[in-house]
Each structure stands twice: as structure tokens, then as C-alpha cells.
């Protein structure tokens, strides 16, 4: 029998989210629509839009130049990379690399990583990541990097130390994992495995895009060597981040011109320079979390302000994926991608299921009709979805909320499903 009951975590959490403020803060939501592919793409911050206008409003000149406009451009782009060094809590700016994507950032360090890295040295994938997390690895077999493939536990979906054990070599020299899958949703314990990795004298690379809308980053507690994530899933434009050890990228090779030094951090990893405005757009991010945490009554610093803002954000996402997975444990047609129950917190809400028979493109394009954006596919995690053998009927349908969701949202989608698939396959009423 499936398991229909809510489960309750043993702490129940304290901080509420004001909806309304939160709501107020992105305008995309105004226009009738219900977001559910936030792991696509989130809505912008209109603060964020609002950065990135007044710096091509006002400072839009090259840095560098002795003249006053160019000086406050170049405290611009310093100002975003503080905002960032916040967010992710780094120790200092330039332990910050912007870029395009995440995508192109774990290209360039994979480039970046050419002289460190010599015929018969190993890299470590997992197969529970996307494929830009594995890809700019797997192309270094070109260069003689051996790649292995930490595999997934098919029945808990977790990444297993005891599997990642025998994969390791005096010769590994970085393990490439995801802070969360974005099909499976549960965070992976990344301090633990960059102990592991660490204890074994290699560094670990983290793509935190699934994870960084939904809790806060805290780089140094998770001891990280490279972490990195995209700004337009974590309510800002089409750019990206990274981090990294300061005295890891004063080793890496240069990407920009060749009087940019070893010392040039981060400089010489923002070839042809950093998009200013966009990453200026940070600052706004930071601002809005930083209002978000002094409404949940925090009144310390930057950095306390974000982690209680996203206290008040787990809170409310902790309330959608319940709903939601109670919902789909109601039925007896669905299966659940992932953990089907969020006892210990530890799920963010994207949310994956396949429908027995039905075509999730179908299930996907009938809910368009209802403004209700939801996506299926396998999200460019493509080999997970061949190793959980989920390629069939179009793959998943995945449904990825974000703290701006409400409850209310998600019984409009179930309402609509149930059209869709026929309430036949609804078990019993899981409403709270
Ligand atoms: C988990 C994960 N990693 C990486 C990426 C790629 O990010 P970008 O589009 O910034 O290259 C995505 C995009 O969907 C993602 O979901």
C-alpha cells in the first residue's frame, strides 16, 4: 500500500515567509501564469533588473580607465563580487569567477586545468549529474585523464560512499559531483564526501545549480574546492558563478591573453572580461535576501541575513513538496523519481514522477492550456535518465517549485491532473 500520510519533520520550523512581499518582488508572476519549471529558469528579481539597468544607465564604460566613470564601473563589478562572496561564503571576492553559465565555467576549468593534469591521472563523475558536470571531464580522455563513474544506488537514489571508495587512486585528482540531481531533488552530504575526497589527496568540483535557489551556500563549511551555479535559477539573468579556493585558482592556467599571470585571479579566468551588468545584477540578489532574512527578524550581518532568509525559504518550499508528494503517493499510477517522503528536510522541491503508459510530453503540453509551465524530458541529466532506464514516453515530467510557489498553486496543477490522467488512478484525498 502506498504511504499517503503528510510526514512531519522532527523540527517543525518557525520562520513563515511573507508570500505577499516575496511575490511583490518578482513581476513575472503578475502575469497569470504558474511557474513550475523553476529548475529550467527562474522568475528575475525586479531589483535584479533594476541593477543591470543602472549600470548600463550610468557606468556603462570599460574598467580600468583613470576617469571617474570607469572607476565606478570597476567598483560595480567589485561590489557584485562581494555580494557573491556572501551569498556563497567565500572569504574573499576574488575567490569569484563569473561567466555565461555554469555550463561554460566548468568548461573553462576543465581548460584551466590542462598543466595540472598528466597522462594516466584519474577523474571521478557521478552518474546522478547533468551533463555539465561531466562532459568538459569525459573530453579529457582525449588527453589520456582516465574518467570513472561513481554510480548511483538505484533503490535509496543516493550516492554512496562505499561505491566512490574503490574508484579512488593515488592517481585522482578531483571528484566531480552535484550538490542535488535536478530530476532527484535530495541534497547529497558534500561536506562529507569533500572529507573523503580530501582525506584521499584529491579536490572536489560541486554543481550547486539545482541547489543554490533553495538553501544557503555556505562554501567554506562545506570545505569545496569548486563550486558553481547559475544566476537565472537562483532569481537573477542568463549568467553564472563560480567559486574557488583562492589558492586553487592562483594555480590554474590562464584562459585570458599571456600577460595575464598565474596571479591575475580572477582575471585570467573571465576571458575578454566578466559581463559587468549582469553581474552587477547580484547585488540585487543579495539585497532581496538580505530584506527576506530582516523580515524573518534577523538583524546581524549580510552573511546571517541570507541564511535566515533562506530558513523562511525552506520553510515554505518544505510545505510545497509535502503537498505535492502527498499528492502523488495518493495515486497508484505514478512513480516517484526520487525520495517519495521529505522526513528529514532534505528534499528541495523538484519533483520528478512518470505516469504508468502515459507520455509525459502529453501530460506536459495538456497542461499548458491551464498556464500551469511545467516540463518534461530528461534536463540534460541524460545518462541518469538512461541508467534509472526512464527514456521511454518522453521521459519524466518533472515539476520544480521555487519559495514564490504557494499551496495553492499546486492544487490548481492536481485538479488539472487529475483531468488529464482520470481520477481513477487517485487511491484516496490527500489533502492537508
Ligand atoms: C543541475 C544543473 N547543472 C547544470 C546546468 C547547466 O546550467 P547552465 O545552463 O548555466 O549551463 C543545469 C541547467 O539546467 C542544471 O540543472
Known sequence: MPNHDIPTRDKPEETVLDIDFVRGQFPGLAHGWTFFDNAGGSQILKRAVERINTFLYDKNVQIGGSYAVSQAAAAALYEARTSAMHLVNASRPEEIV????????????????????????EIVVTIADHESNIGPWDRLRDAGIIIKFWPLNRDTF???LADLEPLMSDRTKLVCITHVSNILGSINPVREIADFVHERGARICVDAVAYAPHRAVDVQGLDVDYYVFSLYKTYGPHYALMYGKYVHLLELDTLYHYFYGKDKVPGKLEPGNPNY??????????????????????????????????????TQENALVDRLLGYLRGRNDCRIIGQSSNRDGNRIPTISFVFDGRDSAEICKAMDAHRIAIRFGDFHSRRLAQYLDLTENNGMVRVSMVHYNTVEEIDRMTIALDNILGSTGRTETTAA
Open 98 to 121: 563569473f561567466g555565461s553559465s555554469t555550463t561554460a565555467l566548468l568548461q573553462n576549468l576543465a581548460r584551466a586545468m590542462t598543466s595540472q593534469l598528466t597522462v594516466g591521472d
Open 277 to 314: 551588468e549582469l553581474a552587477y545584477s547580484t547585488c540585487g540578489i543579495v539585497d532581496y535576501l538580505c530584506e527576506l532574512g530582516e523580515k524573518s527578524g534577523e538583524t546581524g550581518s549580510i552573511r546571517d541575513k541570507i541564511v535566515a532568509a533562506y530558513g523562511a525559504i525552506a
Open 158 to 160: 543516493a550516492l554512496d
